[in-house]
């Protein structure tokens, strides 16, 4: 690398400190670090919310999102995203706890919700493309279990 190559390289990271001060002054989400590929593509970022979440989001060789781990006051996530974009998978542990495997179809709806609380009760409810519960299977702690199914 040139010293007009070095010098400008500083500049450019100095400029993006700078917006990131900025970003986190103002109470917005500051990008804190990108991983670019040998072919310029971010691939990867790390990034801080005003609220203290943290999040690394992966991109695929097109620049969209396929996966995102995000750390917030309710607790972690992890999102699983198509190769057009659409949310597929999520599974978070909420601040009280509970343990949440979500799917959804194509178009971004909710049909799969798998949830263990903390009385050890785990349940399954299958949805339909509107989000309403057509089953739902649960196993107490007790080992109890129950099926319901909506006739609509």
């Known amino acids: 690398m040139t010293e007009a190559q070095l010098e400008e390289r500083i500049a450019a990271l100095e400029a993006e400190l700078a917006r990131l001060v900025e970003a986190r002054a103002a109470g917005r989400s500051a990008v804190a670090c990108e991983v670019v590929d040998g072919g310029g593509t971010t691939r990867a970022m790390l990034a801080t919310g005003h609220d203290g979440t943290v999040s690394l989001n992966l991109l695929d060789g097109s620049g969209k999102l396929r996966a995102a781990l995000g750390l917030a006051t309710s607790g972690p996530?992890?999102?699983?995203f198509d190769p057009q974009g659409i949310r597929r998978l999520d599974l978070h542990v909420g601040g009280d706890d509970v343990p949440r495997l979500l799917l959804f179809d194509?178009?971004?709806g909710k049909r799969l919700d798998a949830a263990v609380d903390a009385a050890g009760t785990a349940s399954l409810g299958l949805l339909d493309p509107g989000g309403a519960a057509k089953a739902v299977m649960l196993a107490t702690g007790a080992g109890r279990g129950v099926v319901g199914a909506s006739r609509e």
Do not use: I, P, R, V
């Open 106 to 108: 194509d178009a971004g």
């Open 77 to 80: 996530t992890l999102s699983l």
